[in-house]
């Protein structure tokens, strides 16, 4: 699998350039399986060299026996290793990653190899990386699974009087607990108005301050990661129905009446060969025809797998077209200061025909958010 993914990388290569440095760690993960850190994967059409430190010996032995491996001493660094390699292997022209080396390792490579030409490449792992393979899209599953068991645990025992702070800390022990190596992101607990920051960091505000909260979270298991966001309503639970609360309730169904059907109306357009742009535009359209303008201030979803972003975005201004095995977040929102912010979020895997919501979670306003 990874031998199939490596040859697919190189048959991409720009003319000239016959080798790959790829740093970017989520990157040497997709075309190695090593897990480890600060490991760089040289790349060519004949050989697959990865660079790495003691620290990661066993682990290499373990996880790529298929791997030329080359374990760096102590008393070199990782660029002097890289450099040593492609000088003895006599390369020329060596692609390097252009949005993950920093200016400084740039220059340090010119220093140690200078009659290689190092070319700025960005972007051709993680076009590769856009759609999923079946391995993939089994560990897209599973990790959605673990973030749905995390979240019926955290519903079983929430009372009401936590805190933003104290649930964000107990989700991320719950996704342990179901299974997932971890959260795919800090979780996001937003009680009431807070929510209308579409990245609020938990603060000490408790649940019971408010008739509803917004949670966002998602699970890494097997190296994937999902996201998903729902609105919690804890009004009818915690019982304390005031006249304000119902006033806010009234105006938050409003708002997640409409949130939702743009995110059925996304849902319904998304299917491989429709631009991304399009399906963003198209429910920036209808939040316009029900009066909001300017709630709606992020894009409307984006890429997940080995990273929480990545490849296709769907964005207004996005170039990407969307393709059969393409995994993406569908979040739509609206935001309004002093009330809070409805987002709504799934996962869903793009078909030729048409897109399979891979989240089941409820999201119905009278039954399946009552917690
Ligand atoms: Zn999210
Ligand atoms: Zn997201």
Known sequence: MFAIRRERLVSTFPDGVEWLAVSQPANVTYLTGFTGEASWLLLCRQRAVLVSDG????????????LEVVIRPPTRTTLETVADILQQAKAGNVGVEATQVTLAEAERLKELAPSITWVPMGGLVERLRRVKDPTEIEA??????????????????????????????????????????????????????????????????????????????????????????????????????????????????????????????????????VRAAE??????????????LREFNHGLGHGIGLQIHEGPSLRPSSPDVLE????????????????????????????????????????????????
């Not at 935001?335 to 409820?362: F, K, M, Q």
């Open 140 to 273: 897209i599953r599973a990790s959605i699974d673990v973030a749905e068991r995390a979240f019926a645990m955290f519903r079983a025992v929430l009372t009401g009087t936590e805190s933003e702070k104290e649930l964000a800390d107990a989700m991320e022990s719950y996704v342990r607990r179901a299974g997932g190596s971890g959260t795919s992101f800090p979780p996001i607990v937003a009680v009431g108005a807070r929510s209308a920051l579409p990245h609020a960091p938990p603060t000490d505000r408790r649940v019971n301050e408010s008739p509803f909260l917004l949670l966002d979270w998602g699970a890494t298991h097997r190296q994937y990661r999902s996201d998903i966001t729902r609105i919690i309503r804890t009004g009818p639970r915690l019982g304390i129905g005031s006249s304000e609360w119902r006033e806010i309730e009234s105006r938050l169904e409003k708002l997640y009446t409409v949130v939702l059907r743009g995110q059925e109306l996304a849902i319904r357009s998304i299917r491989a060969g």
């Open 55 to 66: 620290r990661f010996e066993s682990q290499l032995a373990e996880e790529r026996p298929d």
């Open 324 to 371: 059969e095995g393409n995994v993406v977040t569908v979040e739509p929102a609206l935001y309004i200061r002093g009330l809070g912010g409805v987002r709504i979020e799934d996962d869903v895997l793009v078909h030729a025909d048409g897109c399979e919501v891979l989240t089941r979670v409820p999201k119905d306003w009278s039954m399946g958010i009552v917690w």
């Open 279 to 292: 399906v963003d535009i198209a429910v920036r359209r209808y939040f316009e025809e029900q009066g909001y």
